[in-house]
């Protein structure tokens, strides 16, 4: 949360549980989906966080991410395709004091919705955004997104990909975000962590979920090829406050698979929420009645 | 004497021709006259041609009106850009520049030779008196009050006040150089006086704004708190006023990175709980369409103004025209209703705003308000509005016992539903696109579909009757109808007082609510109608389409409808009414009746 208040309010821990975060609505998901994994660890860290339901708000674009919302307790809004961080910093900024999630998935967050990326990072917006990064559309059943490989054979793209994919992870370095992590359901404790930290951290939060498709993703992508194959940043003693090193591991998404957090400014910089609260401040004194607004098109005699 | 002055000055960008303008209306409507200015540009940026039109008159004024009575022209080139914008008849009185080497009887002008030209020597009075050819629109407006009576004591008081920031030699020599003006019009009188009547109240204490800063305040009064926006011609001034103002009552402005974003922005305040408006033109209006669509399923207030502006496409961003209705009714897919208002003046902006927040709140859905570039840009004398008679309605929160079992999206007899916001313990709720049941949870289910398609439909059915969203003038069992809409009603307005003079039996129906359709104001109308006009700005006349759709008025109602920026005025709309006088006389058989 942005303000002083509000960051030190969710200490209320153990008062919830997990399980006080998942509504009963069964999920639409395949059976071995990633994004099983990503609503235990959200409501995990919930419970961590210790707000109640009522103030969080959940948003999300279209996708098999995006039904994220509706399985938990929280407020959500499932809006459009590629356009959850607007509707999210409106929610935000009309209510300062909620805890605002954003859930996105490749297609919606670095395809349609990607234009809305920039300046939610610049405008250091305090949310969490978390992406569950599959690398395939598979709502719409198996076809390419921007964070597929170059060459990748799929049913939009029978001959392969001629396209280099997004890089999630340096988009948001390249914009300046101060929290930046990526995760996978392979190491459910460490997800979770991240996303509690995620949620914790005074301004725009963003973390990349590997988070496979079983129906449609390649084997390499599945959790058993997680296991093996990530690289946890925090045992390995990564520098968290390192923003050049932080950039140079973004590099490598698609590449290698490195887990954690991988940049967190020490330092975090005003929210802009934050500077809207100061502004309204310094303006209260000079409001005139809302009856007798019109009075300043009286014409100056 | 003049009872109503059309002035037209028109100069280079950088003349000071609209500030020429401004000290005009402003000293006018301290006497207590009622104006109208228009202002028009060239498409640069800086520099460029640029002119006002002001009407000034004892009546109340509805419209700009026509041809000019009083043409000013710096340089002829700039002048004659304007064409219909300024055009000068034979009785208009022609005031310019002495510098531009035309003789007097021999004006640059197309098809007439005006009985009273008037070669003044503009820079050279601005330099001697002012020492600065700056000052030539002080020496303007010098000159119109000499020759009009217009403000002579506002006027100086407004160069005192203007200028006093600039030192006592700066005011001195431009208080010489309207006085100059003054002198040159008294040493030079008028063949016949034009001078204006004495205001009709005396000096009375007006209003003066234009339709978009009047439709911001409308929302801050409104209570709104939130504005997401992306500037966009002719409605960025709506934002802009805003942001200079909304903070003070604890509201923010988010100049958000496009028009989508700006509305889902607006769309989220609102899930949030706040009053929440966005406002874009055309193209704007465009992409803004799939928002409002999910505004309408989630059921969320939320107010969008679109100052229409000719189209399509980037179309002509800077004239009026009023070529969005079909957008407005029927953009987006799916079965969907919105209302949509138009306000016919830049004092109508104030109830019409004010009322689309109300309508919002009230019945849980997206509202467009259609100003138009004129009503947005016009700057108009406007009488003191009670703000005390505005109720402001909120929306129907739920109660206690509701929300101890919560249900969104109940089907009530009304079609509204109890809305809760984030923050609200027991409210929890999934608000979506997707189509959902009572408690909010998606479905596919077609008799859930259609259960909703009629909830969200009939919660606008009382506002078919909303007869205070309609106004008929005139003799209301006339043969002969006009129904015309936003700011060509007051074209529509005053051809009826022309009619009325010359004793037609006419009458006009203005609505408000454009949409839904509300037919048995309409068909009440109709039933005296044997001829009529819809008077539109648009190549469609899409008021008359639209309402044909829903209400079978008879096949002798017409529309006299032109495309942006090609003026209509008054007078041609009573030769029309004229003729329908004509045509109703000469027919041969019964008008067919109306089918219920």
Same mark, same amino acid.
């Given at each position: 949360?942005?303000?002083?208040?509000?960051?030190?309010?969710?200490?209320?821990?153990?008062?919830?549980?997990?399980?006080?975060?998942?509504?009963?609505?069964?999920?639409?998901?395949?059976?071995?989906?990633?994004?099983?994994?990503?609503?235990?660890?959200?409501?995990?860290?919930?419970?961590?966080?210790?707000?109640?339901?009522?103030?969080?708000?959940?948003?999300?674009?279209?996708?098999?991410?995006? *039904?994220?919302?509706?399985?938990?307790?929280?407020?959500?809004?499932?809006?459009?395709?590629?356009?959850?961080?607007?509707?999210?910093?409106?929610?935000?900024?009309?209510?300062?004091?909620?805890?605002?999630?954003?859930?996105?998935?490749?297609?919606?967050?670095?395809?349609?919705?990607?234009?809305?990326?920039?300046?939610?990072? *610049?405008?250091?917006?305090? $949310?969490?955004?978390?992406?569950?990064?599959?690398?395939?559309?598979? $709502?719409?059943?198996?076809?390419?997104?921007?964070?597929?490989?170059?060459?990748?054979?799929?049913?939009?793209?029978?001959?392969?990909?001629?396209?280099?994919?997004?890089?999630?992870?340096?988009?948001?370095?390249?914009?300046?975000?101060?929290?930046?992590?990526?995760?996978?359901?392979?190491?459910?404790?460490?997800?979770?962590?991240?996303?509690?930290?995620?949620?914790?951290?005074?301004?725009?939060?963003?973390?990349?979920?590997?988070?496979?498709?079983?129906?449609?993703?390649?084997?390499?992508?599945?959790?058993?090829?997680?296991?093996?194959?990530?690289?946890? @940043?925090?045992?390995?003693?990564?520098?968290?406050?390192? *923003?050049?090193?932080?950039?140079?591991?973004?590099?490598?998404?698609?590449?290698? @698979?490195?887990?954690?957090? $991988?940049?967190?400014?020490?330092?975090?910089?005003?929210?802009?929420?934050?500077?809207?609260?100061?502004?309204?401040?310094?303006?209260?004194?000079?409001?005139?009645?809302?009856?007798?607004?019109?009075? *300043?098109?009286?014409?100056?005699? | 004497?003049?009872?109503?002055?059309?002035?037209?000055?028109?100069?280079?960008?950088?003349?000071?021709?609209?500030?020429?303008?401004?000290?005009?209306?402003?000293?006018?409507?301290?006497?207590? =006259?009622?104006?109208?200015?228009?202002?028009?540009?060239?498409?640069?940026?800086?520099?460029?041609?640029?002119?006002?039109?002001?009407?000034?008159?004892?009546?109340?004024?509805?419209?700009?009106?026509?041809?000019?009575?009083?043409?000013?022209?710096?340089?002829?080139?700039?002048?004659?850009?304007?064409?219909?914008?300024?055009?000068?008849?034979?009785?208009?009185?022609?005031?310019?520049?002495?510098?531009?080497?035309? !003789?007097?009887?021999?004006? /640059?002008?197309?098809?007439?030779?005006?009985?009273?030209?008037?070669?003044?020597?503009?820079?050279?009075?601005?330099?001697? %008196?002012?020492?600065?050819?700056?000052?030539?629109?002080?020496?303007?407006?010098?000159?119109?009050?000499?020759?009009?009576?217009?403000?002579?004591?506002?006027?100086?008081?407004?160069?005192?006040?203007?200028?006093?920031?600039?030192?006592?030699?700066?005011?001195?020599?431009?208080?010489?150089?309207?006085?100059?003006?003054?002198?040159?019009?008294?040493?030079?009188?008028?063949?016949?006086?034009?001078?204006?009547?004495?205001?009709?109240?005396?000096?009375?204490?007006?209003?003066?704004?234009?339709?978009?800063?009047?439709?911001?305040?409308?929302?801050?009064?409104?209570?709104?708190?939130?504005?997401?926006?992306?500037?966009?011609?002719?409605?960025?001034?709506?934002?802009? =006023?805003?942001?200079?103002?909304?903070?003070?009552?604890?509201?923010?402005?988010?100049?958000? +990175?496009?028009?989508?974003?700006?509305?889902?922005?607006?769309?989220?305040?609102?899930?949030?709980?706040?009053?929440?408006?966005?406002?874009?033109?055309?193209?704007?209006?465009?992409?803004?369409?799939?928002?409002?669509?999910?505004?309408?399923? !989630? +059921?969320?207030?939320?107010?969008?103004?679109?100052?229409?502006?000719?189209?399509?496409?980037?179309?002509?961003?800077?004239?009026?025209?009023?070529?969005?209705?079909?957008?407005?009714?029927?953009?987006?897919?799916?079965?969907?209703?919105?209302?949509?208002?138009?306000?016919?003046?830049?004092?109508?902006?104030?109830?019409?705003?004010? +009322?689309?927040?109300?309508?919002?709140?009230?019945?849980?859905?997206?509202?467009?308000?259609?100003?138009?570039?004129?009503?947005?840009?016009?700057?108009?004398?406007?009488?003191?509005?009670?703000?005390?008679?505005?109720?402001?309605?909120?929306?129907?929160?739920?109660?206690?016992?509701?929300?101890?079992?919560?249900?969104?999206?109940?089907?009530?007899?009304?079609?509204?539903?109890?809305?809760?916001?984030?923050?609200?313990?027991?409210?929890? =709720?999934? !608000?979506?696109?997707?189509?959902?049941?009572?408690?909010?949870?998606?479905?596919?289910?077609?008799?859930?579909?259609?259960?909703?398609?009629?909830?969200?439909?009939?919660?606008?059915?009382?506002?078919?009757?909303?007869?205070?969203?309609?106004?008929?003038?005139?003799?209301?069992?006339?043969?002969?109808?006009?129904?015309?809409?936003?700011?060509?009603?007051?074209?529509?307005?005053?051809?009826?007082?022309?009619?009325? !003079?010359?004793?037609? &039996?006419?009458?006009?129906?203005?609505?408000?609510?454009?949409?839904?359709?509300?037919?048995?104001?309409?068909?009440?109308?109709?039933?005296?109608?044997?001829?009529?006009?819809?008077?539109?700005?648009? %190549? &469609?006349?899409?008021?008359?389409?639209?309402?044909?759709? %829903?209400?079978?008025?008879?096949?002798?109602?017409?529309?006299?409808?032109?495309?942006?920026?090609?003026?209509?005025?008054?007078?041609?709309?009573?030769?029309?009414?004229?003729?329908?006088?004509?045509?109703?006389?000469?027919?041969?058989?019964?008008?067919? /009746?109306?089918?219920?």
């Amino acid at each position: 949360m942005t303000t002083p208040e509000t960051v030190a309010k969710p200490i209320a821990l153990a008062k919830f549980q997990a399980g006080d975060f998942k509504s009963d609505l069964k999920p639409i998901w395949c059976p071995g989906c990633g994004d099983f994994g990503v609503v235990t660890a959200i409501t995990r860290a919930l419970a961590a966080i210790g707000r109640p339901p009522h103030e969080i708000a959940f948003v999300s674009g279209i996708g098999c991410s995006s *039904r994220i919302p509706g399985y938990t307790t929280a407020y959500g809004f499932n809006t459009v395709h590629g356009r959850s961080l607007p509707i999210a910093q409106g929610i935000k900024l009309a209510n300062p004091e909620l805890l605002v999630l954003v859930a996105s998935g490749d297609g919606d967050g670095f395809s349609i919705g990607g234009g809305h990326v920039a300046h939610v990072v *610049r405008r250091n917006m305090d $949310l969490t955004y978390i992406v569950m990064d599959n690398q395939i559309y598979g $709502l719409t059943k198996g076809q390419l997104s921007p964070t597929s490989s170059r060459g990748r054979k799929t049913v939009t793209s029978s001959f392969g990909s001629l396209e280099e994919p997004v890089n999630p992870l340096l988009y948001v370095m390249g914009y300046g975000a101060n929290y930046v992590a990526q995760g996978t359901p392979a190491d459910m404790n460490q997800l979770a962590k991240i996303i509690e930290e995620g949620i914790r951290y005074p301004g725009f939060a963003f973390i990349n979920v590997q988070s496979p498709c079983v129906t449609y993703g390649l084997e390499e992508q599945q959790l058993r090829a997680h296991k093996t194959n990530m690289q946890n @940043l925090q045992t390995s003693g990564h520098d968290t406050s390192d *923003r050049a090193k932080a950039t140079e591991i973004a590099r490598e998404y698609g590449h290698k @698979l490195y887990t954690g957090v $991988l940049y967190r400014n020490p330092n975090p910089p005003p929210t802009y929420g934050q500077g809207v609260m100061e502004r309204q401040e310094a303006a209260k004194a000079h409001a005139v009645s809302r009856s007798e607004i019109l009075n *300043r098109f009286k014409p100056a005699g | 004497m003049s009872q109503d002055l059309i002035i037209g000055i028109a100069g280079a960008g950088g003349d000071g021709v609209v500030s020429a303008g401004e000290s005009l209306i402003t000293a006018a409507a301290l006497e207590g =006259y009622h104006c109208i200015m228009t202002k028009s540009f060239g498409s640069q940026i800086r520099g460029g041609e640029a002119s006002c039109r002001l009407r000034l008159a004892v009546q109340p004024v509805l419209n700009p009106n026509g041809p000019l009575d009083v043409a000013v022209a710096l340089n002829w080139e700039d002048f004659r850009r304007f064409g219909a914008e300024l055009p000068v008849a034979a009785t208009t009185i022609v005031i310019y520049e002495a510098s531009t080497g035309v !003789a007097p009887d021999n004006l /640059p002008l197309q098809g007439v030779k005006p009985a009273m030209v008037y070669r003044v020597p503009i820079t050279e009075m601005a330099v001697k %008196h002012a020492g600065a050819d700056k000052a030539k629109n002080i020496v303007i407006a010098g000159l119109l009050a000499g020759w009009f009576g217009i403000g002579r004591e506002s006027m100086l008081t407004g160069i005192r006040k203007k200028f006093s920031k600039k030192g006592a030699a700066v005011v001195e020599g431009n208080v010489r150089a309207f006085q100059a003006g003054i002198d040159f019009a008294a040493a030079n009188p008028l063949k016949e006086d034009r001078k204006l009547a004495a205001p009709q109240a005396g000096r009375e204490t007006k209003l003066l704004t234009d339709g978009n800063d009047m439709c911001a305040a409308a929302a801050i009064f409104a209570g709104c708190t939130f504005f997401g926006g992306y500037p966009i011609t002719p409605s960025t001034e709506i934002m802009q =006023y805003l942001d200079r103002e909304i903070w003070k009552y604890g509201g923010t402005v988010l100049q958000a +990175e496009d028009e989508i974003a700006g509305i889902g922005a607006v769309v989220g305040a609102s899930f949030a709980g706040k009053k929440a408006m966005t406002a874009t033109s055309g193209p704007g209006m465009s992409l803004k369409t799939e928002m409002l669509g999910l505004a309408s399923i !989630a +059921e969320l207030p939320l107010v969008c103004v679109n100052v229409q502006r000719g189209g399509p496409s980037t179309g002509m961003p800077t004239k009026a025209e009023q070529s969005d209705l079909f957008q407005a009714a029927f953009s987006g897919h799916g079965d969907c209703l919105r209302p949509v208002l138009a306000p016919t003046s830049v004092g109508d902006v104030f109830s019409t705003t004010v +009322e689309a927040f109300n309508l919002a709140e009230h019945y849980q859905t997206p509202v467009i308000v259609l100003s138009d570039q004129e009503i947005a840009q016009r700057k108009e004398t406007v009488d003191p509005i009670d703000t005390s008679k505005f109720e402001l309605i909120e929306r129907r929160r739920p109660t206690e016992a509701e929300l101890a079992n919560y249900s969104r999206f109940k089907l009530t007899e009304s079609g509204i539903s109890p809305i809760s916001h984030p923050g609200m313990a027991g409210g929890n =709720y999934l !608000a979506a696109g997707i189509e959902h049941n009572e408690v909010g949870r998606p479905t596919a289910s077609g008799e859930m579909h259609a259960r909703m398609n009629e909830k969200r439909f009939k919660k606008f059915n009382p506002l078919k009757n909303r007869r205070d969203l309609f106004t008929v003038e005139g003799d209301p069992n006339a043969p002969i109808a006009m129904v015309s809409w936003g700011s060509v009603a007051g074209v529509a307005r005053e051809a009826l007082r022309l009619a009325q !003079a010359e004793g037609l &039996q006419v009458k006009l129906l203005v609505p408000k609510l454009l949409y839904p359709v509300a037919e048995p104001i309409y068909q009440d109308f109709f039933a005296s109608v044997q001829r009529g006009l819809f008077i539109e700005q648009s %190549h &469609q006349a899409q008021l008359y389409r639209v309402v044909r759709m %829903h209400v079978d008025f008879p096949a002798t109602v017409k529309a006299f409808a032109k495309s942006g920026s090609n003026p209509i005025l008054p007078t041609e709309v009573l030769a029309r009414l004229r003729e329908l006088v004509v045509s109703i006389q000469g027919s041969q058989h019964q008008p067919e /009746p109306l089918v219920d």
